[in-house]
């Protein structure tokens, strides 16, 4: 008798189970397109704003910009899964606007960086970032903010160009190997059937935590070669990455020009979006540290001669 309600149920029951993944493929890409993107800076209040790339070794990464080319860049890195589309909020600030030439990339694998094919090297990355400064500088003061994941590629950057940086926030930063949490499925999902089920960027998130760890061990002996600013925000509940990250590399960084360790009380992974005007402080707290120090090398230049 009651079999025809069962069966009624099972079948709505997949239907919702099919309509949800093709919700979460739809919508779970977390990337925008170029054309969206002009479209934004458009309407945002921009007079001078673009698209473009830069390549190394077979690998590119996508870029957008937006801001007058005489102020100092703010470039953005995200972390998994993400793209440049998690920093339009910061495009959006009119303060940050006022002040910068704001930039934010898309990491190998993620938004329109070769979507799909991961590359998790971190001194490729690196180079990447580096010639995205590279391109779009014009010989103005670079800031770096750099959130989750894209703090391991940001510190490979720093260490291995220490004069092209003068400041980096590290935001709930992956900075020391095995100071994160690895959930079990994670491990369940890297066979190739069960990895083909998975959205793309999910798919690419379980990759790059699995060689992660393997990745941060080879940039721990270089922490003294960082000497720009930093500034390291972590929350002190943070279950994804653990605190123990800010604290160690903030020991670690031994030759940077200067060195801030804050925690927000009962904060987890949310810092961007719980603590925005915290974040911004932080941005105009480390261009105005840069400032100083180089109004005292100045000063002491002028002393010596």
């Keep these: 008798m009651q079999r025809p309600f069962y069966r009624k149920k099972r079948f709505y029951a997949l239907i919702g189970f099919v309509s949800l993944m093709v919700f979460i493929y739809k919508f779970s890409e977390?990337?925008?397109?170029?054309?969206?993107?002009?479209?934004?800076?458009?309407?945002?209040?921009y007079s001078s704003y673009g698209v473009d790339t830069v390549k190394f070794s077979g690998t590119k990464m996508r870029f957008v910009w937006a801001g007058e080319s005489e102020k100092p860049l703010l470039l953005m890195v995200h972390g998994s899964p993400s793209s440049s589309s998690f920093w339009k909020g910061l495009f959006e600030d009119s303060m940050l606007r006022d002040e910068f030439k704001l930039i934010a990339v898309d990491r190998p694998g993620y938004g329109y960086s070769n979507f799909g094919k991961l590359n998790p090297d971190l001194n490729v990355q690196a180079e990447l970032i580096a010639r995205v400064i590279h391109k779009i500088n014009s010989d103005q003061e670079v800031f770096i903010l750099a959130s989750s994941y894209g703090g391991s590629a940001t510190a490979r950057l720093a260490m291995n160009y220490p004069d092209l940086i003068d400041g980096v926030i590290f935001q709930s930063s992956s900075l020391i190997p095995g100071a994160e949490r690895t959930y079990a499925f994670t491990h369940w999902t890297k066979g190739p059937f069960i990895s083909k089920l998975l959205p793309t960027t999910i798919r690419l998130a379980n990759e790059e935590k699995l060689g992660h760890s393997r990745e941060l061990e080879r940039i721990q002996s270089d922490w003294d070669k960082i000497t720009a600013h930093t500034i390291f925000l972590h929350g002190t509940d943070d279950s994804l990455v653990y605190p123990d990250n800010a604290i160690i590399a903030h020991e670690k960084a031994i030759n940077a020009r200067s060195r801030d360790l804050v925690f927000f009380e009962g904060r987890g992974h949310d810092l961007y979006w719980t603590r925005r005007n915290e974040l911004r402080d932080a941005i105009f707290g480390i261009k105005q540290k840069s400032m100083a120090y180089a109004s005292a090398l100045a000063s002491n230049s002028e002393n010596n001669d």
Excluded: A
Excluded at 30 to 45: A, I, M, N, P
């Design 30 to 45: 977390f990337r925008t397109s170029d054309r969206v993107y002009l479209k934004f800076f458009e309407t945002s209040g």
